[in-house]
């Protein structure tokens, strides 16, 4: 993995490039995770809640037997859903995952959001009520959860572990009561919303932050563009990027992937397109200049950027990070 990852404060490296799953059936992904690694990507990540891990896993041991390589080259994530966030459901949660994946272990282990789903049925990931609004688990215990977390690391079931969707101030709590601090934070990240305040954040408490939705998410289902509070941002045909993409004679999703990784920001596209998958992984031949990284960094729209603080009902719940 080389100069391609970073050190984790978990001792750990991790690969800065990785292949996001969240939409890809499993059937896709038993074939597509034989592609990327096969590419050279190491790095996948996935979610209890994308209810996909078991084509990651049938991928990962596909290419194992293939290579001959060893579990050990490949790093990987998963995530404790939202109805895992009680005290029994973290270990309970994990192991389901790990079976799933066909794993012992797995690289990072994170909390997907600091709002918990009253747990109705493990096979239910998003509950809801007669109006279609999540049923909201209000007594969510971040320290709680948190200790349940190290405990999965002091069990082996995972290397690292981190957060996925807190603000500031829910981190600064599990920071402070933490005997294992988080080693990752993966937000929403891409051209338009570069979340300065909380890279800020991260870098001071040696946290490292990965860009999910680098491209804005463009597949994301049509449910969610609905209730969108403003329309996605076409990140892939915007002018400034596709200026400097043509500079560099790559493509506008290569220049979104390097702007990030350049920073020590980890990025994980997601495509189930063989040719994509190829073009997104090959950011490592070029460099942006200051003045390129400048024009980028200047596309930041602050909050006004943010377009996944949607899902209606989850305002209610005292743990909303928005
Ligand atoms: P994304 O990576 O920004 O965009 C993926 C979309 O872009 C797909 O529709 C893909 O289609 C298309 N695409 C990929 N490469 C492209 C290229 N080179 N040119 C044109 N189109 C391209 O969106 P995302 O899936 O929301 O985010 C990435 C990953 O982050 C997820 O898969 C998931 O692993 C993670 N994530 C985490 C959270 C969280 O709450 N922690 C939330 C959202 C996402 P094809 O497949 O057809 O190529």
New binding site residues.
Partial sequence: MGEKSVLLSSGHRMPLLGL?????PIDVLKEVIVTALDLGYRHI???FQ?KNEEGVGEGIKKWLKKTGKSRSDIFVVT?LPMIGMHASGIEKCLKMSLERLQLDYVDLY?I??PVGLKNTDYANVYPVNEKGLPILDESTDHIAIWKEMERMVDKGLTKSIGL??FNIRQMRKICANARIQPAVH???M?AQFQQFPMQEFCKSRNIVLTA?????????PASYNAIAKRPVPNL?EDPVVALVAERHRV????VLLRFFVQQDIVV??????PQ??Q??GDVWNFTLSEVEMAALKSLDRGEDGRT?AILPGFEDHPECPW
Wanted: aromatic share 12%.
């Fill in positions: 996001g799953c969240w939409q890809s990540d996935t979610a994308y995530k994170l997907h959001s996925s969707n993966q937000v929403e891409h999910y939705s680098p491209f804005a998410s463009p597949g994301r892939l493509t506008t999703a290569q994980i596209p997601k495509s189930a397109n994509r998958i073009t997104n996944f």
